[in-house]
């Protein structure tokens, strides 16, 4: 059974940076893409950032340059480090696995953990 289970939010004044991680169990953690992705009171859910299995990384304009997406196979936890945060970043994070193994979209994702919240007061 997959879990995943989310870390390391918290409130930061805009400038700010907070490390994320997403402890993951259940299945085989290295061969699955994984993303971050947030949702903000009111708004849907969009995705942030992803590494798939050899460890290329995609972004969403929003937060390139800004936030780093990684991946530490051997402790099966993702990781997002987020920098230079912005009022805007204000969301719910969730960390997610791809449903199949190979290629993605970010439609393809559907295992979620419980999230952890970030706040950056404006």
């Known amino acids: 059974q997959v879990q995943l289970v989310e870390s390391g939010g918290g409130s930061v004044q805009a400038g700010g940076s907070l490390r994320l991680s997403c402890a993951a169990s259940?299945?085989?953690?290295?061969?699955?893409?994984m993303a971050w992705f947030r949702q903000a009171p009111g708004m849907e859910r969009k995705g942030v950032a992803a590494?798939?299995?050899?460890?290329?990384?995609t972004y969403a304009d929003s937060v390139k340059g800004r936030f780093t997406i990684s991946r530490d196979n051997a402790k099966n936890t993702l990781y997002l480090q987020l920098n230079s945060l912005k009022p805007e970043d204000t969301a719910t994070y969730y960390c997610?696995?791809?449903?199949?193994?190979?290629?993605?979209?970010?439609?393809?994702?559907?295992?979620w953990g419980q999230g952890t919240q970030v706040t950056v007061p404006s």
């Open positions: 590494i798939d299995s050899h460890g290329s990384t």
């Open positions: 997610a696995r791809a449903r199949y193994r190979g290629p993605w979209s970010w439609d393809d994702f559907s295992s």
């Open positions: 259940g299945y085989t953690f290295h061969i699955y893409s």
